[in-house]
Structures are given as structure tokens and as C-alpha cells.
């Protein structure tokens, strides 16, 4: 009898088993108590693996299996008594990951007593700054013609008179204040273990509200002379590339500390230009570009106005790109998101071709990796290029699909933006009021967005005489 033999091709990339390697610790251990302490027995969960628990020394290791290198996989991380404070980084774990992987954890109560402060430190500070900022404008001291410069060239834009002065500053403490909760929850699961001596020195000024304060031990001068002679070691050979990147490194936190310091004091410009800096010096290490990293890159981009910085951000997202296809694993979860880096870059620096054929790439990428986030935003950005371009029919069918795909404040205020074009205000302000709904729970809508649409807003719900909607966004 001859028995039938079938042969069954299996994908090595399937095939092969992947390890993840991590550690777990206690936020800020050493920070308070001079000795990193490990969390034993946490359970350790994904999707692919068999689930596993850490040792006395806070270690674990899992196996996955059936799943490809760079695919990104959600870890469960979870103690009887501790709760996960690097949420984000474990919503996405790569799949291959070289380094090993540090999950932070600290006490709940603890956690929500530190965002409570960090709010209340926040709030506080932005009131006082609002205040000074008040009476150095109503001062008698200064000529109104001094004051009014001095707020035109902080906002870029004609101030006309005082009242106009009042309702700006008005407006930027509001959506500094909208942004505080974000604000006291970075500040909240910061881990200080391993940082330098002028982040802690920063941190604890911030903690008592010094915000000021904040920014002069963080000054410029200070951040670059540390890098620069980091740099320069590094480029002399006087210690291990290593040890000089991870100096670097620590310097770069300065510089993000700062900018959290900016944002909180309303000041977008400052915070820019402080995110502009870290991306060059994350242009200078020799390790390439991680998770966050490329979220520094991403709001250096978000808070970009103008052709600002074009050069240098250009340059950032073509190293994290080069980065991503040496080390594929990386590839899939970045790929689309550097290349709506690339095109709202290109779409400020007025070459509006340009960024749409790179949106058009990072739809491509994006529906190749089945990613419906990416195709929304991707969809909303090629409205946007296309109906600057007058291509009106196709941006308008760009809109709708990103909208069909998942529901976004930017394709929103797109259609808000046609319709009113075309005269239909009722249906324009259904699209508006969608938009700072969605806008109102995303902290990185634009602040010059979200003012922008509460003036537009009052402007439609006024003449179409609908009450609910002044009243909903509290523009009676």
C-alpha cells in the first residue's frame, strides 16, 4: 500500500520562537530609599506566550510563538497590591525587542495621591502666572503701545487693543488649565531612578510649584553645555560610547522636563523649541530611535506652526526612518507614523504635493499593516492636502472614509470647514460641534485648533440661534 505523503510549507517567521526579556521595579525606589527595589511574583500576560510571573530580583521571561518579529502585542502586567505606571509603553510592545523591557509599578493610592498634587501644583501655577501676566499688562508703568507689542510678538499675530490683550491671555490659561490633568499624570509616573542631579534638582522645584524656578535650572545654556560635553567626550574617545550616550540621554530628559515646564506654563513657543532641541540630540546618539524618542519627534511636529525647524525635523524623521529598516522588527508599528511626520513637516513648509504624495504612502503602509488608526488620521491628512490643493471632490471622499474608519476631530473640523464654504451652516455646525467634542478628550488637539473652533463655533451657533450648542461649550 503506498501511503500518500503531504508536504506543509510553514513561514519560518512563524515557526521560530521569539523571547521578551523585562524587569519589574518599584517607581522611584531608589530615588527615595537609595536601593532599586523588585517586584516578586507580578503576573506577566500576551497575547502568543505562555503567562509567567517574576523572580525575587523582579525578572521574567516569555516565549512567543506564532506571531512574526516587530509585531506589536499588548503586555499584562498585574500585582495584588502595585499597578502598572508605564501603561503606554505596555499597550505596544514590539515583538523582538532587543533591550530588555522595564515595567514600572508603584502603589495606587500613592499614584493618585501624586496626580492629585502634581494637578493641584499645575492649576496653581498656571493661576499665578495668569495673574502676573494680568498686571504686568494693566501696569502704568509701561505705555499701552509696549504692552500690546509685547503680546503681538509672543502670539505672532496683531493685537488691537486691550480687551483683545485680556481675552488672549484668558484664552491661554485655559487651555493651559485644559491641559493639566495630562500634565500631573506625566509628572505622576515619572521614575526618577537613574536620572541626573539637575532633573531631580528640576523635579523637586516643580513639585513645589516653582515652575520659574523650573525653567532657570533648566536654562539652555546649562542643557547644552551638558550635552556638548558629553559630546565631546564621547567624540574624543575619553569614555565608552555607551557610558557617553547614556549621558546624553540623561541630558535629553532635561530637555523634556523643561518642555513639560513650558507647556505648563502655556508657553507652545518654548516648548517647541525645547522639543526641536532634544530631536537634535537624539540626532547625535548612537543608539537608534525608540518609543520615546520618536513621541519626543511627534510633538516636536504637533506643536510645529510653521516652516520652523523644518530642516531639522526633516532630518530626525529620515534617521528614524534609516533606524526602522535596519532593525525590522520596529518596522511595522512606525512605518505610517514617521510618514505622517514626514508630510505635516513638508505640508508647513507650504509644499502641499510633496506631503500628499507622502500621506498617500502612509495610507498604503498603513492598510498594509491593517492599522484602522493610522488609515483614519491618514485619510483626515489627505482631506486636508487635497482641498488646499483644490482637489475638492477627492478630499471631500478622503474625509468621509477617515470618518467611516473611526471618528477624528481633524476629519470633523475638515467637513465643518466645507460645508461652511458652501454655505450649509447646519450641517457645518453638526460637524463643528463633533470636532471639539472629540478634541475636548485628546490632549494633543492644537491649542490654536481649539481656539480657532470655539470662535467659529460661537460665530455659527449664534447665527443659527442655537442655544444648546452656546451653552454646551460655554460660549454664552
Known amino acids: ?41 507580578a503576573s506577566i500576560r500576551a497575547s502568543f506566550a505562555k503567562a509567567t510571573t517574576t523572580d525575587k530580583q523582579g525578572q521574567f521571561a516569555l516565549e512567543f510563538n506564532g506571531v512574526k518579529f516587530g509585531t506589536p502585542v499588548r503586555l499584562s502586567v498585574s500585582h495584588a497590591s502595585l499597578t502598572v505606571v508605564n501603561v503606554r509603553e505596555m499597550d505596544q510592545v514590539i515583538v523582538g525587542r532587543k ?18 498634587k502634581f494637578y493641584n501644583i499645575a492649576t496653581t501655577s498656571i493661576g499665578k502666572s495668569f495673574k502676573v501676566r494680568m498686571d504686568s499688562l494693566r501696569s502704568e508703568q509701561r505705555s499701552l503701545k509696549e504692552r500690546l507689542a509685547a503680546l503681538e510678538a509672543e ?25 493639566a490633568q495630562e500634565l500631573a499624570n506625566e509628572f505622576a509616573t515619572v521614575d526618577l531612578d537613574g536620572a541626573s542631579e539637575l532633573y531631580i534638582q528640576a523635579y523637586k522645584l516643580f513639585e513645589r510649584g516653582e515652575i520659574d524656578s523650573v525653567l532657570i535650572v533648566l536654562n539652555e545654556e546649562r542643557l547644552q553645555e551638558e550635552y556638548q560635553k558629553a559630546a565631546r567626550e564621547k567624540a574624543k574617545g575619553k569614555r565608552m560610547v555607551a557610558e557617553a550616550d547614556t ?33 537634535r540630540v537624539h540626532l547625535r546618539q548612537a543608539k537608534g530611535w525608540d518609543e520615546e524618542k520618536l513621541d519626543a519627534l511627534d510633538r516636536a511636529v504637533w506643536l510645529q506652526r510653521d516652516s520652523t525647524g523644518s530642516h531639522d525635523l526633516l532630518l530626525a524623521v529620515d534617521s528614524a526612518s534609516i533606524s526602522v529598516q535596519l532593525h ?67 478630499g471631500r471622499a478622503h474625509a468621509d472614509s477617515s470618518l467611516a474608519l473611526k ?27 463633533s470636532s471639539l467634542r472629540l478634541q475636548a478628550n485628546d490632549p494633543r488637539t492644537l491649542p490654536w485648533r481649539r481656539t480657532e473652533a470655539l470662535e467659529a463655533m460661537r460665530t455659527l451657533a449664534t447665527r443659527l440661534e442655537r442655544e444648546d450648542l452656546l451653552q454646551e461649550f460655554d460660549l454664552r
Open 407 to 433: 471618528p477624528n476631530a481633524e476629519a470633523h473640523w475638515i467637513k465643518y470647514k466645507e460645508y461652511a464654504r458652501r454655505n450649509k451652516r447646519s450641517r457645518a455646525v453638526e460637524h463643528l460641534a
Open 155 to 179: 502670539f505672532g499675530a496683531k493685537v488691537a487693543d486691550m480687551n483683545e490683550a485680556i481675552e488672549l491671555l484668558t484664552k491661554q490659561r485655559d487651555q493651559a488649565l485644559s491641559r
Open 328 to 394: 525590522p522588527p520596529t518596522d511595522r508599528a512606525w512605518s505610517a507614523r514617521l510618514l505622517g511626520d514626514r508630510g505635516l513637516v513638508l505640508e508647513r513648509t507650504g509644499d502641499e504635493r510633496k506631503a500628499r504624495d507622502t500621506f498617500q504612502a502612509m495610507l498604503d503602509t498603513a492598510r498594509v499593516d491593517h492599522d484602522t488608526l493610522q488609515q483614519a488620521t491618514a485619510h483626515a491628512h489627505l482631506a486636508r492636502v487635497l482641498l488646499q490643493l483644490r482637489d475638492r471632490v477627492i
Open 247 to 279: 549621558v546624553i540621554s540623561v541630558t535629553a530628559g532635561s530637555y523634556k522636563l523643561r518642555a513639560d515646564a513650558l507647556l505648563a506654563s502655556g508657553d507652545h513657543a518654548g516648548a517647541f523649541d525645547q522639543l526641536l532641541q532634544l530631536t
Open 99 to 116: 533591550d530588555p523591557l522595564v515595567v514600572v509599578m508603584a502603589d495606587p493610592d500613592k499614584l493618585a495621591e501624586a496626580q492629585m
Open 1 to 41: 500500500m503506498i501511503i500518500p505523503v503531504t508536504w506543509v510549507m510553514v513561514d519560518p517567521a512563524f515557526s521560530q520562537s521569539i523571547p521578551l526579556t523585562g524587569t519589574v521595579a518599584i517607581q522611584n525606589s531608589q530615588y527615595e530609599t537609595g536601593k532599586r527595589q523588585y517586584v516578586k511574583g
